[in-house]
């Protein structure tokens, strides 16, 4: 059984930096793909951004792209999301995900391990 165990979360301003981490135990974050999404109040969970454990391909969703970058440490388990350029609309709770598939999906659905999630908000 995964853990995950979100970090990094903070209240900043907008056009500043953050960086999130996402500690893996019980399980090696290389063999699983891994995702971040993120949840507004009264919005649905969105997709940001996920790295494929087979290859590491990684995708981010169009609204972060060029701003968010997520990467991936084997030797600390760890999986990171770099968010520069930050907005307000970036404010959410920020939630690291694991899947077993070999693709990593962009749906909530196609992950069953979950963090308990890091709060990000940016002020105007």
């Known amino acids: 059984q995964v853990q995950l165990v979100e970090s990094g979360g903070g209240l900043v301003q907008a056009g500043g930096s953050l960086r999130l981490s996402c500690a893996a135990s019980?399980?090696?974050?290389?063999?699983?793909?891994m995702g971040w999404f993120r949840q507004a109040p009264g919005k649905e969970r969105e997709f940001v951004a996920a790295?494929?454990?087979?290859?590491?391909?990684?995708n981010h969703a169009d609204s972060v792209k060029g701003r968010f970058t997520i990467s991936r440490d084997n030797a600390k388990n760890t999986v990171y999301l770099q968010m520069n350029s930050l907005k307000p609309e970036d404010t959410a709770v920020y939630y690291c995900?694991?899947?077993?598939?070999?693709?990593?999906?962009?749906?909530?659905?196609?992950?069953?391990?979950w963090g308990q999630g890091t709060q990000v908000t940016v002020s105007s």
């Open positions: 019980g399980g090696t974050v290389s063999r699983y793909s």
């Open positions: 790295v494929s454990w087979s290859i590491g391909t990684t």
């Open positions: 995900a694991g899947s077993t598939r070999v693709f990593a999906p962009t749906r909530a659905t196609g992950y069953e391990y």
